[in-house]
């Protein structure tokens, strides 16, 4: 039902693009000029805050956040860069969360494969790792399959372009993975056994499928 309320928001926009899953919304601009953004997004945000009132909705300041993305030497020139609704300066972020992927200011994609390393797959390895020694092989590489390669594969057609350096430290991770799967010291003999791929390669072969079925 709220989909359906808010089925005609998007329209509100002159200039900007939106994204939206169900109350969560991204609006965006690009330019070659911070202070353009600034205003065109100022400006459209008064449209959207109408639309809000007009509909006895209201914008969550607090929750609203804006980021200016773009090279790290012009995002050092562009420290007065801001957005103003209601007379207030909307917080400045250097990355957000959407969709549980982590967008940062330069897309560097640092911040993602961090978030992916320390919070999200650990727990699980960590699980995988107290259970291993109650389950066979078979059953340890299922869970693995079900509970953790997903984590790893989630958006990767989008942040595959991550540095050399988060290529590693994911490999590194895949690693130590496949050791608890097959309570061997050896990485390399257990991927061959097993016969996985690199999640480098996983991800290519991702980004190939998409462009094949685009």
Request: proline content about 1%; some cysteine.
């Amino acid at each position: 039902m709220f989909v359906l309320f808010i089925n005609d928001f998007p329209t509100v926009l002159t200039k900007c693009e939106i994204l939206m899953y169900a109350d969560d919304t991204v609006m965006y601009f690009s330019a070659a000029d911070s202070q353009v953004i600034a205003d065109t997004l100022t400006n459209e945000l008064v449209l959207i805050n109408n639309w809000l009132i007009d509909n006895n909705l209201f914008m969550h300041e607090d929750k609203t956040e804006c980021m200016l993305s773009g090279t790290g030497p012009k995002l050092a020139l562009s420290t007065s860069f801001s957005i103003v609704i209601d007379g207030k300066a909307l917080n400045r972020v250097s990355e957000y969360k959407y969709l549980r992927t982590v967008v940062d200011a330069s897309l560097t994609w640092n911040a993602h494969v961090d978030c992916l390393i320390g919070n999200e797959v650990r727990k699980r390895l960590a699980m995988l790792g107290r259970i291993r020694k109650n389950i066979n092989m078979y059953t340890l590489g299922t869970v693995y399959t079900s509970f953790v390669l997903p984590i790893l594969d989630y958006c990767d057609t989008v942040w595959s372009c991550c540095w050399s350096v988060n290529t590693d430290k994911l490999e590194k991770l895949k690693r130590r993975d496949v050791r608890i799967v097959m309570h061997l010291g050896s990485s390399e003999i257990s991927l061959i056994l097993l016969g996985y791929v690199t999640l480098e390669k996983r991800r290519d072969s991702h980004v190939c499928n998409l462009v094949r079925n685009a």
